[in-house]
C-alpha cells in the first residue's frame, strides 16, 4: 500500500496529466468541433456532400 501511495506521488495528479502543455492527439480540437449541435453537423454533412455531388454533375 505504501509503494502504490509513492508511485501517485511522483507520477503527480490526473489533473496535471490532463493539463498538459502539449496535445498529440489534438483533443483540443476535437472539443470545439463537438461543440455545435447534432442538427447543425447533419446540415454541415449535407451541404458537403450537395456541394461535392454538384461538382460532379457540372464535369
Do not use: F, I, Y
Amino acid at each position: 500500500m505504501e509503494a502504490a501511495a509513492m508511485n501517485v506521488h511522483e507520477n503527480g495528479s490526473l489533473k496535471s496529466l490532463c493539463t498538459a502543455s502539449t496535445d498529440p492527439l489534438n483533443w483540443g480540437l476535437v472539443a470545439e468541433g463537438l461543440k455545435g449541435s447534432h442538427l447543425e453537423e447533419v446540415k454541415r454533412m449535407k451541404d458537403l456532400t450537395n456541394s461535392l455531388n454538384w461538382g460532379l454533375v457540372q464535369s
